[in-house]
């Protein structure tokens, strides 16, 4: 019995110096100490020793116990180490990889320009209107003043729905549906999508933005359009614009003119931006017609007013240095995302 044990003490010994993994580590030991074990065996087989024999072989058995035990403990101390250290190597964080980076979105050129001009006039007590882009013929043309047969129907050629419905071709209309609804005083300005049938070019699209702007109340004069206009340009194209009238002629206002800034590229003297004139056309204005003012139910004789429209591509243009109209419609995200 004592040479049993000792040959148990040897293999456990042998078996435990191979074992590689906690689950091989719990075999063995289930292997001589288990219940079923070979120690238990040997263990069991006591009873037939003699009783000088027996605290002998059993202390033996319980040092051999001991000793298996102490290994198992150690192996299972090295292996849980061993585990940790291989998990902690395949979860390591590289803290030197660059992150993911989001990349953002951007308001296009166009509503750059639009919001810009919004905070402008809205800084000076103005609301903003609205109008349908599919416009009765009445308000684009009759109620500004535009018979039909009459020529300058022929630069606004448009989409005609039907003979009463047209694509809008200019902002004025919504100028008619706010003086009819509401009382002066009015000082308002409609930012909009506009429409005519012209050819695309880098300077022309049959879609294009303009804003409106209208303004009527007692004693409203010439100075107040052309003062208006000055700190719209100087707010939008810096402290020493300048800006230039030019007599000209709309049906629905009089006088008309048509409105230059002075070129913020080259401040007058002439360049490439502004063709050589030193000044650059960005709308039309004038004081509302007393036609148009009685067609929409307002005493011309107690109230005047002025209005302007706003080409917005013209002014996008000129603010970013863009030459060609298409690239706001082409959404290439390398064109957009410069401004
Ligand atoms: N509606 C005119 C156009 O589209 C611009 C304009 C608006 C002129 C208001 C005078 C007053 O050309």
């Known amino acids: 019995m004592r040479e049993q044990l000792n040959n148990i003490k040897a293999q456990a010994e042998e078996a435990l110096s191979s074992v590689s993994s906690i689950q091989e580590l719990e075999n063995v030991r289930v292997k001589y100490l288990g219940k ?29 116990r001991q000793f298996i035990e102490d290994i198992l403990t150690k192996k299972m101390k090295e292996l849980a180490e061993a585990e940790k250290r291989i998990r902690l190597e395949k979860e390591k964080i590289d803290i030197t990889m660059p992150g993911r980076t989001r990349s953002f979105g951007k308001r296009h050129p166009l509503t750059q320009v639009i919001d810009e001009i919004k905070e402008v006039f809205l800084g000076m007590g103005y609301q903003i209107a609205e109008g349908p882009e599919v416009e009765l013929d009445y308000f684009n043309f009759e109620a500004m003043n535009i018979p039909k047969n009459h020529p300058s129907r022929d630069v606004q050629d448009t989409f005609y729905i039907d003979g009463n419905v047209v694509l809008r071709t200019h902002t004025s209309p919504v100028q008619a549906r706010v003086m009819k609804t509401q009382k002066p005083p009015i000082r308002i300005i409609c930012p909009g999508r506009v429409y005519r049938s012209d050819e695309v070019d880098a300077t022309h699209s049959p879609v294009f933005h303009q804003i409106e702007g209208l303004v009527v109340d007692k004693g409203v004069t010439m100075g107040d359009l052309v003062g208006t206009l000055q700190v719209f340009a100087k707010a939008l194209f810096g402290e020493d614009t300048k800006i230039r009238l030019r007599p000209h002629h709309f049906p629905f206002t009089e006088p008309s003119a048509e409105v230059d800034v002075s070129c913020w590229s080259c401040h007058g003297s002439g360049c490439r931006v502004c063709k050589g004139e030193g000044w650059v056309e960005i709308l039309g204005a004038g004081m509302v017609s007393p036609k148009v003012l009685r067609e929409c139910g307002i005493d011309p004789d107690e109230y005047s007013g002025f209005a302007f429209g706003l080409g917005v591509e013209r002014v996008a243009m000129a603010r970013f240095n863009i030459d060609d109209m298409r690239l706001f419609t082409e959404n290439d995200v390398r064109f957009l995302m410069q401004f």
Do not use: H
Not at 36 to 64: D, F, Y
């Open 36 to 64: 079923k074990g070979e120690l238990t065996a040997v263990l069991r087989g006591m009873g037939a020793l003699s009783a000088e024999e027996r605290p002998v072989i059993g202390q033996l058995a319980n040092e051999v």
